[in-house]
């Protein structure tokens, strides 16, 4: 009987792509669909079309699957995450053999995947959570892969993950081990975080181009081919010089017939919540899912439009090179919060990440791929605990030089009335970061008026804590410090 060299379950858009990504790698690859009631074989319909006459197994059940690929088997999944993956991985379990490897390339959670690593071990098999960004197009001719789990899975799996995966312009492949447990999910989750941020930030540039400068579409279009070119060159300024000048059928540019209502899959909220379950203030990001959010109340949006008049103009006189500088500026700031997110969560759960071979496997395939990854890879590299990438030299000058144009941008956004919550986030979070006394101590002893919830003095030593009858009529009784 003809074995494969891997297994594929889901032949959706990533899952096909992926398999004939294998294929053309020169591995013999089985694959499965289940079938929904009067649904045309979707197995069949992949070997008779896309894969017609190449090295693919059709399967027609999971147990035929599982014979049908060479031990130790190295399965991936493709499929929707959530109890899709448990309930697949529990129809496959039957017929694994020890030492079999499953593969989740699905975006789950990170924290289902520390589960199901632990699962599949006790059983005696290999569990891997890797992420995988690039879309359709990255599927298909290389991706940036981020797998983490059973570590010994690695060398089974290593050589078909860096055979698919995209390779930067040194020949290294974008698929490197990023560590035990949930991390390779996690540091997906964080990609999928900042690609939120970038999205929104390039949004709120075309937005105060457009609305604020009057620029069109064409005049947008040609000023981001020109960003492309320089410090801002990224996939998604790239595409969205195409987007911009794209026109429709009728010849009137898309964009302006596309309802303003941005969808999600639910990463940025993970990033979110992870972010404050581990005290990381990923403010730009979490800005970034609340305007999508907002972009949903569509006609609270309307109501308010004509409930509300527009402030009355105020030239703060910024330019075009204003605005390419405030969006690199805010760039820097959302990256550096998303590292600080994976450096926190790492110390949490011991997944020692290299956060300099995270950059590097970004550098290519994936969504967020841009010019200044390498810079990113170079200051982990200098100082492997660095705590905030924005004191790297690199990111330090180039921020300092940036940010007077973020401020004028957000003050005019302010001023006439044009939102740029990403933006405003990017400054307040520098802003904050850089402010050695705070307002804290003034919510601190607001809590302690209140709620006796006690404070720390500056001229006293640090962890000693202690507590004020403010209005003379309180008593000496304290209600302690907790960490939420």
């Known amino acids: 009987m003809k074995t494969s060299d891997v297994g594929l379950i889901g032949l959706a858009v990533m899952g096909e792509n992926l398999a004939l990504n294998m294929e053309r790698k020169g591995f013999t690859v089985s694959v499965y669909n289940r079938n929904f009631p009067g649904e045309e074989g979707v197995v069949n319909r992949f070997i008779n079309g896309r894969g017609k006459e190449k090295n693919f197994i059709g399967t027609h059940s999971i147990e035929e699957l599982v014979v049908s690929v060479a031990r130790p088997r190295k399965i991936m999944m493709m499929v929707k995450a959530g109890s899709a993956v448990d309930e697949l991985i529990e129809q496959l379990i039957p017929y694994l053999s020890p030492g079999d490897v499953i593969i989740d390339g699905g975006n789950s959670d990170f924290q289902d995947t520390e589960r199901r690593v632990n699962y599949l071990e006790s059983k005696g098999f290999y569990f891997v959570g890797s992420g995988v960004s690039g879309g359709e197009e990255g599927a298909l001719n290389g991706p940036s892969i981020m797998p983490g789990g059973s570590q010994k899975a690695w060398s089974l799996v290593k050589p078909v993950l860096q055979a698919i995966a995209a390779k930067a312009d040194d020949g290294a492949p974008c698929a490197q081990w990023i560590g035990k447990g949930g991390a390779g999910h996690f540091v997906k989750m964080v990609h999928n975080g900042i690609e939120y941020g970038d999205m929104q930030l390039i949004s709120e540039a075309y937005a105060f181009l457009k609305h604020q400068k009057g620029l069109d579409n064409d005049a947008l279009a040609d000023l981001f081919d020109v960003w492309d070119k320089g410090e801002l060159n990224s996939f998604l300024v790239e595409i969205t010089a195409g987007i911009l000048r794209y026109r429709d059928d009728d010849g009137e540019h898309l964009l302006d017939k596309i309802r303003d209502v941005a969808g999600q899959k639910g990463t940025g909220k993970w990033s979110a919540i992870t972010a404050m379950n581990e ?156 402010t050695l006394h705070s307002a804290a101590n003034l919510i601190q002893a607001q809590r302690d008026y209140f709620g006796a919830h006690t404070y720390e003095r500056v001229d006293r030593e640090k962890g000693r804590f202690f507590h004020t009858d403010w209005t003379g009529k309180g008593g000496k009784t304290v209600s302690g410090s907790y960490t939420v």
């Open 279 to 434: 005290n990381d203030p990923l403010t730009l990001i979490t800005e970034a899912v609340y305007a999508r959010l907002l972009s949903a109340l569509s006609e609270e949006r309307e109501k308010a439009s004509g409930l509300f008049a527009n402030p009355a103009p105020a030239e703060v006189m910024t330019s075009e090179s204003d605005v390419e500088k405030a969006l690199y500026a805010a760039k820097l700031i959302s990256y550096a919060q998303g590292f600080s997110l994976m450096r926190r969560a790492s110390m949490h759960y011991g997944w020692e990440l290299d956060y300099g071979s995270i950059a590097s496997i970004w550098r290519k395939g994936c969504i967020i791929r841009s010019a200044f990854l390498n810079k990113i890879t170079e200051a982990y590299r200098t100082n492997a605990e660095l705590e905030n990438l924005l004191f790297d030299t690199f990111f330090h000058s180039k921020v300092e030089e940036a940010v007077p144009s973020l401020r004028k941008v957000v003050a005019e956004g302010a001023l006439n009335g044009v939102a740029l919550p990403a933006m405003s986030a990017a400054l307040s979070y520098f802003d904050g970061l850089r």
